[in-house]
């Protein structure tokens, strides 16, 4: 899911278990490009490290910051930036729809997103 800096969706992809974080991202950020041409900073947790920053910034010219997580604080922390995005996510659960996924399709439970989050946007 990639959302704006308040949290309003701005592009979802859904995708097999099996598919990594990163993977994932590597489809969903070209088409977000694409469409938000003035995207130009992206904050993402530590499961986007790697090659996928150095990717990002000479294929789509996309700045990714990740927002690492302090060693020496134990137990829950609130990352900068990464709350949003799970604030996101327990908005669109409000809608009963979301809370099991009965689709076979992935452009189905893509939809239903789009779908749910149009309450939160509407505000």
Same mark, same amino acid.
């Given at each position: 899911?990639?959302?704006?800096?308040?949290? $309003? #969706? #701005?592009?979802? $992809?859904?995708? &097999?278990?099996?598919?990594?974080?990163?993977?994932?991202?590597? @489809?969903?950020? &070209?088409?977000?490009?694409?469409?938000?041409? =003035?995207?130009?900073? @992206?904050?993402?947790?530590?499961?986007? %490290?790697?090659? #996928? %920053?150095?990717?990002?910034? =000479?294929?789509?010219?996309?700045?990714?910051? @990740?927002? *690492? *997580?302090?060693?020496?604080?134990?137990?829950? =922390?609130?990352? &900068?930036?990464?709350?949003?995005?799970? *604030?996101?996510?327990?908005?669109?659960?409000?809608?009963?729809?979301?809370?099991?996924?009965?689709?076979?399709? %992935?452009?189905?439970?893509?939809?239903? =997103?789009?779908?749910?989050?149009? &309450?939160?946007?509407?505000?």
């Amino acid at each position: 899911m990639l959302t704006d800096t308040l949290g $309003l #969706l #701005l592009a979802v $992809l859904v995708t &097999p278990a099996s598919t990594t974080d990163r993977d994932a991202a590597r @489809i969903l950020l &070209p088409a977000a490009k694409n469409h938000f041409r =003035q995207l130009a900073r @992206i904050w993402a947790d530590d499961g986007y %490290t790697g090659h #996928l %920053t150095d990717w990002a910034t =000479q294929h789509l010219g996309v700045v990714l910051d @990740i927002v *690492r *997580r302090s060693d020496d604080v134990q137990g829950f =922390q609130v990352l &900068p930036r990464c709350w949003v995005v799970e *604030r996101s996510f327990a908005w669109l659960l409000r809608s009963r729809r979301l809370v099991r996924d009965y689709e076979r399709r %992935t452009e189905t439970s893509e939809a239903f =997103q789009h779908q749910s989050a149009v &309450p939160a946007s509407a505000a």
